[in-house]
């Protein structure tokens, strides 16, 4: 017998977002509306915003730039394993991300689930 996923009052699934896959976008499909954001949100740590409900940014400090790079490196490496790509501003000390689904020129769950995962680096 499969078990029922519960979900929230919006139907977005409470699974803990750092364990779900995310799921490649092909568009057509509308951007998440603010309670949308609002309840995934909730999901991830702090340090993260939402920008204009377009997307999601992040920064980090070090103190020197081969950490910032490595930890980049380690970001990048949880994009490559879920083929979501964020963009990442990186200097001395510091590293920032951006995250959005391209195709729909927006936030999607996959980029709070990417977020997540990032967060498990903390």
């Not at 949100?41 to 915003?49: G, P, Q, S, T, Y």
Request: charged share 35%; net charge negative; with cysteine.
């Amino acid at each position: 017998m499969q078990k029922e996923v519960e979900t929230d009052i919006y139907g977005i699934d409470k699974m803990e977002l750092s364990k779900k896959k995310c799921i490649p976008c092909e568009g057509g499909i509308p951007p998440l509306n603010e309670e949308e954001c609002n309840v995934l949100r909730k999901e991830i740590d702090d340090n993260w915003k939402v920008i204009s409900l377009h997307h999601l940014e992040r920064e980090w400090l070090f103190d020197d730039f081969i950490n910032a790079l490595n930890f980049t490196n380690k970001l990048g490496g949880i994009c490559e394993e879920e083929n979501h790509h964020a963009d990442f501003e990186l200097g001395w000390g510091r590293v920032k991300v951006k995250i959005f689904t391209h195709k729909i020129d927006g936030l999607a769950e996959a980029d709070f689930i990417l977020a997540a995962k990032f967060d498990c680096l903390d």
